[in-house]
């Protein structure tokens, strides 16, 4: 099980772990792989500036911090696929597109 709070967090190219035993936590690891991954593909700063503008509009939206995070399209991403330790293998080019809502 995934310790849920903000345990880590991933800035290309570094992952940063709360605690240092989390780093044979596959599924976290996993978790932030993905998000290097989006990152990567969106040239990292755009990533930065996507992700907080989405957060605001879902802040709007909800009306709650922690529903906001857990409805930015990247993290629905991370989140939806963090247990499937090969979903990187096969994840397509901008898959984060597929968890935006309106």
């Given at each position: 099980m995934v310790p849920r709070g903000y345990v880590g967090i991933t800035?290309?190219?570094f992952m940063f772990l709360k605690y240092k035993a989390l780093?044979?936590?596959k599924v976290l690891i996993n978790h932030e792989?993905?998000?290097l991954r989006q990152q990567l593909e969106l040239l990292i700063i755009p990533f930065f500036v996507l992700y907080?503008?989405?957060f605001f509009?879902?802040?709007i939206q909800y009306k709650?911090?922690?529903l906001a995070y857990r409805n930015i399209s990247f993290e629905?991403?991370?989140y939806s696929n963090e247990k499937d330790l090969d979903y990187l293998k096969s994840r397509l080019l901008y898959s984060f597109i597929n968890f935006v809502r309106k």
């Open positions: 800035i290309f190219p780093k044979w936590n792989k993905i998000h907080a503008f989405e509009i879902r802040l709650n911090w922690k629905r991403e991370a």
